[in-house]
Each structure stands twice: as structure tokens, then as C-alpha cells.
């Protein structure tokens, strides 16, 4: 076992509770979904039955039925202590949560002692089908791209390490290999997700658009970016409304999310130019070609990365923490990241050592929003470390 998950001890915990729910495993590829899993099921009294759709021919509605009807088997003979049936890329299988939710329901009513850990890579389109047949079955997990904290505990990485080669676990091995670390990420990461979690699960008319998009915004990661302005930048672009799509998709993916700007109006939020937020220093730093000593070199390229990685740490882990990450510009004048929680509001601004074109904006914000506090990351205010290591929730207390 190279490493313990860092929730391995919560999924245990859920999958031996007396209530039984139907657990989801969502997030984005090489965050350490099945190697929890397993680590979990290696632990357990319990029979257990595991099977993945990923392999192609398998992701039939008859294949689900009978992964299900070898677990409903498991657990029949297994008595009081049932059994467990873990299935991997559900979302890989049409018409999936109708057909587990009939599964499921057939069980409840007789009473099989079954439990189901269900695992997705598209976390969109998992989301959308345990919304459409599942609700009130089910108890999400998600996982995201690892902290600072989680990498260190499990790899002895340090600051510098995590925001160059970033959050991805199964990568961390590689890192004593630069060019290594480099083409596993281009290929086994970015690419895998790109074409299987994206291409193969939505239609696009446009893929090469997508590949060049992403391309685009790992490039100006920590950036204001106006959609037209990437139309001017982007090869048979076609309008923005096709970037925006593109742009849901690839934050969907995990890979790259564009914030919207802090506004009293959710339409004006949905039109503003993104702030695009690689959601993994790692894709900045893979797509870039350039090695570490060159993005340590370069003040404005390395602010970026901190900049990136202080984004990413917001985005990953807001929505389990019920918060919403925006960023605010009024003219030249520009706050890094806002940060809402139910009513409070925080306003960051990051010390990243990156010469700005736009003046500081933060005494605008906070006049204008009255209830919102200011928090400095870095420079004469909270180390980079100290707020890449402490959950989200702490700063609002």
C-alpha cells in the first residue's frame, strides 16, 4: 500500500453504519478513488464484489445487472453481515441510476443486506443522474485534487514541491524525474480525462477548440480572461457561447474552472469575463515545457503559480464547505478572490510577488460590501503555507 488515503477513514466509517445508503465516490481521475476504495474493502468483514465499466464492451445495462445480481448473491450467503458490491466509471453505463435505482429498490423491498460504493470520474455527469433517479438513496464523497497537507503527510512534500508538481497523488512518485512526472501528466492525466471523461461522454463538435482551450487556460491560469479575447487566440473558435460550454466541461473534468466576478446580479456574474483557475498547479506547470528552476526564475510566472494554487485550493474544496469563490474588478482596481459563507464574506487578496497591471482593489470592496472582511495571503499577512494547510472554514471563525 504506497500511501493511506486521507478519507479512508470516513468511507469506513459510512459503509458500516447500521442506515444504509447508496456512497458515491466523485472526482476527477488519479485523486485516489479506487486506490480508497480498495484500501477500504481490503479492511472489511464483508464479502466484497468489485467490477469497473471502463474496459470497452463492458459498459452495458446488462453488465450492471450482473455485477448487481453477483453482490445481491454475496450478500445472501453472507448472512447478517452482507456483503458489498463496489462498481467503478458508473457513468459509463447508459440509463445507470434508473437502472441502480430499480436494483436498489428490489433490494430494500426484500431486504438484501447489500451495500453499494458506486465510483464516477465525470462528476457531471454523475451528479446529473443521482439528481434525476436517486434522491434520498444516496451520500455523496468527493474528492479533489490533495493539499498541501495531504501530500505532505503521504510524500514529505514541502511548499515548493506542491506548487510546482502540484496535487496529484499518483504522480508523486515520479517527481525525482522531471521528464517523467511531465509525460505521465500530459498523457495518463490530462489526456485520459480529456478524451475519456469529455469527448467520449458529451458530444463536441470542436475537440481540437477544447484541447487548444485548456491549453489556453492552464497559459493564463490566475487571469482575467474575457471570452472574446480568447476567441481572437483560439483556432476556428466559433462564438463564445461554444468557449463558456467548453469551459463547464473542463471544470466539470476537474481541470480548469473560470470564476466569475463578485456582482449583486446572477446575470451579470454569468456574462463577466472569467478568472481562469487550473484547478492544479500541476496542469500549469506540465502544459508550460518549462522546467522548475525556470518557473522559480521568472517572479511573474512563479506568482502565478502561487496565485493558481491558492485558486485551486478555494474552488476544490468550497463546495463541501457550502461556499462560493468569485473574484471582483471595478476599472483598474482588482480583489484576488472572494470567498462567500451563507452570509459572511471574505475578500483575500495574495502576495504572490507577480508584477500587476491593476491596483489593489481591496478598501473599494470593503466599502462597498460593508460585512465583508479582508484576508491577506502572503507577504505581511498569513504565510502561503499556513492558508494552503488550514481548511476554508477556519477563516470565517
Known sequence: ???????AATLAQRL???????QVLLGPRQVGKTTLAGQVTAQLAAPV???????????TRAWL?????IGRT???????????LVLDEIQKVPLWSSTVKRLWDEDTRRKVPLRVLLLGSSPLLVQRGLTESLAGRFEVMRLTHWTLSEMSAAFGFDLEQYLYFGGYPGAAALVADPARWTRYVLDSLIETAVSKDILLMTRIDKPALLRQMFRLGCEYSGQILSLNKMLGQLDDAGNVTTLAHYLDLLNGAGLLTGLQRWSGSAVRQRA???KLVARNTALMTATSGASEAEWHADPSRWGRV?????????VNHAEDANMEVYYWRDANREVDFVLRHGRKVLALEVKSGRPRDRRSGL???????RSARPLLVGGDGIPIEQFLRAPLGHWFE
Do not use: C
Open 272 to 274: 463577466s469575463s472569467p
Open 306 to 314: 502561487v496565485e493558481s494554487a491558492i485558486g485551486a485550493h478555494l
Open 363 to 369: 478598501q473599494a470592496f470593503l466599502d462597498a460590501n
Open 65 to 69: 445487472e450482473t455485477q448487481w445480481q
Open 16 to 22: 458500516t453504519e447500521p442506515r444504509r445508503f447508496i
Open 74 to 84: 454475496a450478500a445472501q450467503h453472507a448472512g447478517a453481515t452482507g456483503a458489498l
Open 1 to 7: 500500500m504506497p500511501y493511506l488515503h486521507p478519507k
Open 49 to 59: 464484489h468489485a467490477a469497473s465499466a471502463d474496459d470497452p464492451g463492458l459498459e
